[in-house]
């Protein structure tokens, strides 16, 4: 069992990238990033490994234009139920209850510059913020 303490800190071990290409944003996506919905983003999809190779939990981060730095974030925890591709990646079965922490990076005006869905299995997580 891990503790997620910091949601924004980088993935210490392997990941892979399971996808990596632009979307449009949709009207969920256009407010966590004060865009307008419909803006071209771009959007990453990455499988974090844990030191044995097991999936820890996906990341799927979506920004518009360039990525720029971030200042600090703010973050906000629901449960979801897997859907297929999630409960594929994470080797579990469909419906599955998991954290989602979504994660939104601001810059030092307080906007918004990438927003992140951050999915973790319950019997792999503990959330400790």
Sequence with gaps: ??????????????????????????????????????????????????????????VTSWWPGRRRPHHDYVAEIDVIALDADQAHALGLTVDTAAYRLLRTRIDTAGRPVETADLILPMDRWTIRL
């Design 1 to 58: 069992m891990r503790a997620l303490i910091r949601p924004d800190v980088d993935w210490p071990h392997d990941v892979e990238v399971a996808d990596s290409s632009p979307c449009r944003a949709t009207d969920e996506l256009a407010e966590r990033l004060d865009v307008e919905p419909g803006t071209v983003l771009q959007r990453q999809v990455v499988e974090c490994l844990d030191p044995g190779g097991r999936s820890a939990m996906l």
